[in-house]
Each structure stands twice: as structure tokens, then as C-alpha cells.
């Protein structure tokens, strides 16, 4: 087959036949529970899932071409001016050790990035996209722009990297942030998931569907639970949110995006500037400096 159609395409089919094959499995996984368990009552087949399912194939087929250049460039920058003492310290380090550390640094890198693309109204319209959903299950985690993708997962990486836990070159200087990062994208897909599940004192160590629900709630609070994965960072950084026994009566942004994938994608350049009613701006009592730009 490869001779018959080149080794680019036939690469390009094999790359949709595995995203075909995981997202059969996300379905058979997902599906069932959130309709057994169900935060609110939804539809399937909800408003957006078309353009939900085109996002997840593009944005898997796009991130890993548009994230190569700034990741290899980071990668060679860090390996030529962090101090070989304390890469030599982070290598000699168990697996174990290596893997928590970096799960940490990427969700304190993520956080940031995530909160940057709160605050910051260049990257607000490209993260804007993620939060127009108005129904939320498992899919809306593939709902992204590509260039809001690669920034977040850039700075997810960035740290990893800073700490010596990735490299340019060869097995070892990748494995660490491949498996980090599919960590991350697959509890993705759970905390966004539409599960009333609750577990007690453990949320204060790992993001749940309905830390990360709060997250996209229409009303306020807004400007919640940014980590994907670790929401005593929220608690250290002062953003966290998680009532008892309550959920979001409602998700989505103030702002009307187009409904279609075009028009999706080419909203972030020619979206309209914020004026005082377009968003809804909390002041933060422990912060200092900028003001979080609201998901209204």
C-alpha cells in the first residue's frame, strides 16, 4: 500500500486509522458512563459534536507538525545553556522520581499557559473556541484551536525541558514528555467528561470532572481550576473553586462564535476587541498585577 500511494500519504492514512481506533475506544469508554452517571442530562449527539469530531482530527493531525519546530528549538536552546550539573542531577534520578517531577513541572507549566490564555486577550480569542461549548462531555477536550493546543502544550513541555527531563536527540531525551503528555491528554478527557462522580479528599490531589466543570461555567466564579491534573496548584496559586454537591447551571461564553469549524478557525483573527460588557473581569484579593479577562 505505501508504494501505491507514497510514503506521505500512506503515513497520513495510517495516522487517521489510529485516531479512528482511539476514538472508538474513547467512545466505548465514555459513552456508556456519562449515560449511567450523568452530571446533567445531555443528548449524544449534542449541539457541536460535528465540529467536536473534526476538531479532534485536526487538532492531533496539526499539533504534532506545528509543535516540532518551537519544541526542537527548545529542546536544542535548554541542552546548550542549562547548567550540565543539574542535568546530570535530573538524570541520575530514579524513573519513578523523573516521572512525577515531570508530571508536576508540565501541569505548573500548563497552568500558566493556561492562565495566560485567560488574561491575555490575544491568546483569549484563540482560547475561546475550548470554552463556546455550551453541553460538555469527553469530546470538548479536542475542542481547540491548534495554535491555543500548541501554546498550551508548549508550555506544558517548557518546564520538562528547563529541568533537564527532555532532550534533543534520541530515545531518552523524548520518552519522558510523550508520556507525560498522553497522561495529560487522556485525563483531559475525563475531567472534561459529563460524570457526577465525587471522591472525597482525593480531589485535593487530582482534577475531576467537577473541579474542571467549574472551570467552564458561564456565570460566576469564573477564572477557576486552570491545572489539568493537579488542583493544589490552584489552591497555591489562588485559583480554586470546587463546591460540594454543586454543579455549573450552565457552560459556555458570553460572546457568539460562528458555529462552523471555518468560521471557528478564522474567528481569532478577525474576532472583535473587548469592550467593558463583553467579559467579565474578578479581581483576584491575593494577586498583584494583571486582571484575569473573563470566559464571558
Known sequence: MEELFGPQAYAFAMSIVRLGVWLAILVAVFVPLERLFAARPQRVFRKGIVVDLCYYFLSSLALAVLLSVPISVLAWTVHHSIPASLLALTAALPVWARLLLGLVAGDVGYYWGHRFSHQIPFLWDFHAIHHSAEDIDFLVNTRAHPIDMVFSRFCALVSLYVLGLGGPVGVEGTVLPVVVTLIGTVWGFFIHANLRWRFGPLEYLVATPAFHHW????????????????????????????????????????AKLPESLVGQLIYPLVAPPPTANSSIVEPRPAESGGKDRGCD
Not at 472551570?215 to 477557576?224: C, D, L, V
Open 215 to 254: 472551570h467552564h461555567t458561564r456565570s460566576k466564579p469564573i477564572n477557576r481550576n486552570y491545572s489539568a491534573v493537579m488542583p493544589w496548584l490552584d489552591r497555591l496559586f489562588g485559583t480554586y473553586y470546587l463546591p460540594d454537591n454543586q454543579w455549573p447551571t450552565e457552560y459556555g461564553i458570553k
